[in-house]
């Protein structure tokens, strides 16, 4: 099977732009969830998606959406981009039926860097 | 919330050596990933162990859950195991989830 894919990888984008990032999970897999990298904060929990619909959401403000589609791919977009918002994205993804109890694979991360 | 702590935070060793890391959470856990951050940024799975141990080639993991404690065992090192490992849990609280908290990884470099 093929991993979690995410596109684009790189993206380099100017303050006050917005943004959306796009997750493809692993075949078969419906739970999709997003972090954030960062080197101050470490790696963060933004939300995650399942069946559609968003199960659990971190600490972001409200500029950070995301949302879920039929075939469980996942976009997450950022709106009025802050130079702080630069950082590695990371999507991973499970079969989502043993609540919480599951392995989660992550995908490469897209890297975005905000001037 | 939850506290992942993990230890060292740096970890430098020559290649052949053994390494063990650490990570301590502060409550029950549902989930417990190990994770291999390569140079490129993607987390590469190592063990999912919420408890006992697993083995896998020159790694090894236990994990006590009854003192909130799990132990990355990395044997006869080569310089291909460096980089930041980290220790990934989901709270037995948090009800049907699967949001991971990790912990603050340790930068490991082996030199050859």
């Known amino acids: 099977k093929a991993g979690v894919t995410q596109t684009p990888r790189y993206l380099i984008k100017t303050r006050g732009q917005q943004v959306t990032l796009s997750c493809s999970p692993i075949?078969?897999?419906?739970?999709v969830s997003w972090y954030q990298q960062t080197p101050g904060q470490g790696l963060q929990f933004l939300f995650e998606?399942?069946?559609?619909?968003?199960?659990n959401k971190g600490n972001f403000p409200g500029r950070f959406s995301g949302r879920q589609f039929s075939n469980s791919r996942s976009e997450m977009n950022v709106s009025t981009l802050e130079l702080g918002d630069s950082a590695l994205y990371l999507c991973?993804?499970?079969?989502?039926?043993?609540?919480?109890?599951?392995?989660?694979?992550f995908g490469p991360g897209t890297r975005l860097l905000v001037l | 919330g939850i506290q992942v702590e993990q230890s060292p935070p740096d970890l430098i060793l020559q290649e052949g050596a053994n390494s063990t890391l650490r990570c301590n959470f502060s409550?029950?856990?549902?989930?417990l990933q190990w994770f291999h951050q390569n140079p490129w940024g993607q987390l590469i799975n190592l063990f999912y162990?919420?408890?006992g141990t697993k083995q896998n080639g020159r790694l090894s993991a236990t994990t006590v859950a009854t003192e909130r404690y799990s132990l990355l065992y990395i044997s006869s090192s080569q310089t291909t195991d460096s980089g930041v490992y980290f220790c990934?849990?989901?709270?037995?609280?948090?009800?049907?989830?699967?949001?991971?908290?990790f912990g603050t990884g340790t930068l490991l470099a082996v030199q050859p």
């Open positions: 991973a993804s499970n079969l989502g039926v043993a609540d919480s109890q599951e392995t989660q694979y």
């Open positions: 409550d029950s856990v549902n989930n």
């Open positions: 998606y399942f069946s559609e619909t968003q199960r």
């Open positions: 162990i919420p408890s």
């Open positions: 075949s078969g897999h419906r739970s």
């Open positions: 990934a849990v989901v709270p037995f609280y948090g009800g049907a989830t699967n949001k991971l908290i």
